[in-house]
């Protein structure tokens, strides 16, 4: 599932755009923040146990109303499997409602494909924690890397990732950065939402809007030619596929995650 006219585009406006990371760096520091709405103050209801505190991997009436479902229900892990496999990778397991990523070797995805939608859930690093949420990811690619745009997951203060904005947590990974400040530190929870709706993409975190791009534009070509990401053709050309978990080697855990799809 590709959309081919989008990989035309970026093929042909590869040539004669900056390649250097000195010129990525001045593109990501010539981006504006995205501009706040009333959008960005839409975040999903909470609901409350019996004991007033905020229930884990359920959803609300008006959630459920709004075609929000969930991808992780605190216990089983069926509808996630490896990367280019049909099992789960052993280390990635199900504890006190969490998902967790505590060993192994292996990135995960779900087993349901999806196209337009809007993915809310939480995450936890430990200290220089390192992971990431891919979307539309295909395993027509080798890794899932080389085809799916992956919006980063970090401990800033404590991995040499956070020192560029390119690479800190929020940040579309190594393309569109993020900006200081919104980030929690290691051992805290952050709530991360991705809205993808035709090449629109949009990430937010901890309730702010920090990156916004169009996938197959004229801006978005020139930073992937004067990336890493350049030597694989077909990355961001997928306007299908899978959510996807990375396995970076490093305890991470992951809970409240829901997709609703807006196709």
């Known amino acids: 599932m590709k959309l081919l006219p989008r990989r035309t585009r970026v093929r042909g406006l590869r040539v004669g755009f900056p390649t250097s990371a000195a010129a990525l760096l001045a593109l990501a520091a010539c981006s504006p923040a995205p501009a706040a709405d009333a959008a960005d103050a839409d975040e999903a209801d909470t609901s409350r146990d019996a004991t007033g505190q905020e229930a884990m991997n359920t959803l609300t009436p008006v959630e459920e109303a709004e075609g929000w479902e969930l991808l992780f229900d605190g216990d089983a892990l069926d509808g996630w499997r490896g990367f280019g496999r049909d099992d789960l990778p052993e280390g990635w397991i199900a504890e006190d409602g969490l998902l967790v990523r505590s060993s192994g070797?292996?990135?995960?995805?779900?087993?349901?494909?999806?196209?337009?939608?809007?993915?809310?859930?939480?995450?936890?690093?430990?200290?220089?924690?390192?992971?990431?949420?891919?979307?539309?990811?295909?395993?027509?690619?080798?890794?899932?890397?080389?085809?799916?745009?992956?919006?980063?997951?970090?401990?800033?203060?404590?991995?040499?990732?956070?020192?560029?904005?390119?690479?800190?947590?929020?940040?579309?990974?190594?393309?569109?950065?993020?900006?200081?400040?919104?980030?929690?530190?290691?051992?805290?929870?952050?709530?991360?939402?991705?809205?993808?709706q035709g090449n629109r993409v949009t990430h937010w975190l901890n309730g702010e809007r920090i990156v916004e791009y169009e996938l197959g534009s004229e801006e978005w070509a020139q930073r992937v030619a004067g990336s890493k990401f350049a030597e694989w053709p077909e990355y961001g050309t997928f306007d299908a596929g899978h959510i996807g978990l990375q396995d970076h080697g490093d305890w991470v855990a992951y809970r409240n995650l829901k997709i609703r799809r807006l196709d």
């Open 105 to 196: 070797q292996g990135d995960i995805i779900t087993r349901e494909v999806f196209r337009d939608f809007e993915l809310s859930l939480e995450w936890m690093v430990r200290k220089a924690g390192n992971s990431g949420v891919f979307y539309r990811a295909s395993e027509e690619v080798g890794r899932i890397f080389e085809g799916a745009p992956e919006m980063q997951v970090l401990d800033d203060a404590g991995h040499v990732d956070g020192e560029n904005p390119l690479t800190s947590a929020g940040a579309n990974y190594g393309l569109h950065p993020a900006p200081r400040g919104v980030v929690h530190p290691a051992g805290e929870w952050n709530q991360a939402r991705i809205r993808v």
